[in-house]
Nanobody, 126 residues
């Protein structure tokens, strides 16, 4: 059983930056692919970024366009999402998650993730 806790969300003006963190407990964090998703009101949960267990495979959602960076620190059981050049359209609840499989590449499909954090709100004002 893996527990995930996000932090770092908040209110920021357009063009600003935020760094989200997600700390894991339970399980063996270092062998799992992890990812970030987001969900805006009235919309489906959307893939943001994924990084594999050793950081050799990273995938971003098409909308990211070089603005976000995913990373992880296995010793701290923590993953990060650095978000720059934020836009109002980035407003959403952001969730971290761990994938079902170990020692795999980054994955983008929601149903390949089985443990989720509670989410952290990101609001970007215009």
């Amino acid at each position: 059983q893996v527990q995930l806790v996000e932090s770092g969300g908040g209110l920021v003006q357009a063009g600003g930056s935020l760094r989200l963190s997600c700390v894991a407990s339970g399980g063996t964090f270092s062998i799992y692919t992890v990812g970030w998703f987001r969900q805006a009101p009235g919309k489906e949960r959307e893939f943001v970024a994924s990084i594999n267990w050793r950081g050799s495979s990273i995938v971003y959602g098409d909308f990211v366009k070089g603005r976000f960076t995913i990373s992880r620190d296995n010793a701290k059981k923590t993953m990060y999402l650095q978000m720059n050049s934020l836009k109002p359209d980035d407003t959403a609840v952001y969730y971290c998650a761990t994938a079902r499989y170990v020692l795999r590449d980054a994955v983008t499909t929601l149903n390949e993730y089985n443990y989720w954090g509670q989410g952290t709100q990101v609001t970007v004002s215009s």
